[in-house]
């Protein structure tokens, strides 16, 4: 019965499978202080907010390198026979980013420990990509119309907006990237392309929109990214969704927009006209944990689920002009029926169509601009 349980509540929560577009590279060179390298020593790379922990050992070049790893914060320790054992925290892993350090073991007994805080690399070696993190405090905490975080991707530089972009999902790929065309912008979430090709060759529409609220941080690559990333002739967004973490947390909010806190147009005022009602909701939660069954199953450190909800409510009072047929016309009586340079609007018979001499066709007026009942 535990096993069905367990197996149920698995299945309830979808499981994230980080892809290697949206992942992380993270290589580590041991060397003794000499700078030699050092084989056989034991990396372990733990991410500090799940405590799930991979571990490698290093080849004869002491190298250990750390594929797949999902965007996060990550602690590393490594040790050797004869060394002390090393601990560097504070390692921030982006998405689509590589890492690179150097761990140099001090001579002494394994049972000490060498605790370092890291610091960020001034430069990444590892490739040559070109393009711009956008953060969680960036997404969470800029003012967005519509609450688009893809509308951020304007801070990179050479990105603007294509002539169609707008918060409709289908919109959001129209990004032009360093002159290329609008709509040739290819999105990731986690890895997984959510783009669709639209009616013209090379360019994309977009499925789904992200909620801010679900969105960790994404990255805006323009130039130079690696062969990964096909099936676009402008730039790649690389969006990561949040996760769950050992800690519970979540969200709970509303953004509201209402014509009663703005004040009108100056044509509307000049004309004595009142502003038009406009009201927009957008109202969500979200919970992230680990996944616990009292007496059952502890997923600190081993599973974990994040979901939430978001909704959409707006109301907008539009003003159209149109035309409308004259009771005149709606009984078949069009003579009094003039263009706007005064002229009369001819209306024909179409039974009456017939081959031109010298080609085409020609049709008979009605008598008097009048449709027979």
Not at 220 to 241: D, K, M, P, Y
Not at 295 to 314: A, D, I, S, V, W
């Amino acid at each position: 019965m535990k096993r069905v349980l367990i197996a149920a509540a698995a299945l309830c929560f979808p499981v994230s499978m980080p892809a290697q577009t949206a992942a992380g590279l993270v290589v580590i060179l041991v060397q003794d202080p000499s700078s030699a390298a050092i084989s056989a020593a034991t990396v372990r790379l733990t991410e500090q907010e799940t405590g799930i922990v991979t571990s490698q050992t290093t080849t004869d070049q002491g190298l250990a390198r750390f594929v797949s790893v999902k965007p996060s914060r990550y602690s590393v320790s490594a040790e050797a026979s004869g060394f002390k054992r090393i601990v560097r925290s504070g390692i921030t892993v982006n998405v689509a980013e590589s890492v690179s350090m150097t761990l140099t073991l001090e001579l002494g007994a394994v049972t000490e420990t060498v605790e370092v805080s890291s610091q960020a690399p001034l430069l990444q070696t590892e490739n040559g990509g070109l393009g711009q993190l956008i953060g969680n405090r960036q997404i969470v905490e800029l003012p967005l119309n519509g609450r688009n975080p893809i509308g951020l991707a304007g801070l990179t530089a050479g990105v603007v907006p294509g002539p169609a972009f707008s918060d409709n999902p289908l919109q959001l790929a129209n990004l032009s990237v360093n002159g290329s065309r609008g709509g040739a912008t290819e999105i990731l979430q986690d890895g997984a392309p959510v783009t669709v090709p639209e009616n013209s060759p090379g360019t994309f529409a977009t499925a789904t929109l992200p909620s801010v609220e679900r969105v960790q941080e994404f990255k805006v690559q323009t130039n130079s990214f690696s062969a990964e990333f096909g099936r676009t002739t402008g730039g790649v967004i690389n969006l990561v969704i949040k996760s769950g973490t050992n800690k519970f947390h979540g969200s709970a909010y509303e953004f509201v927009r209402n014509s009663r806190l703005d004040s009108n147009q100056w044509f509307l005022n000049r004309a004595g006209q009142r502003l038009g009602t406009f009201q927009r909701n957008q109202y969500g939660f979200t919970l992230g944990g680990p996944v616990i069954l009292p007496k059952l199953y502890n997923g600190r450190n081993r599973t974990f689920f994040f979901g939430g909800y978001e909704g959409l409510r707006q109301r907008a009072q539009q003003t159209s002009t149109t035309t409308l047929p004259s009771r005149a016309q709606m009984s078949g009586d069009f003579s009094s029926t003039v263009t706007a340079a005064g002229a009369a609007v001819t209306i024909f018979d179409p039974l009456t169509t017939t081959a031109a001499p010298g080609g085409g066709f020609v049709r008979t007026a009605f008598p008097g601009n009048r449709i027979p009942a």
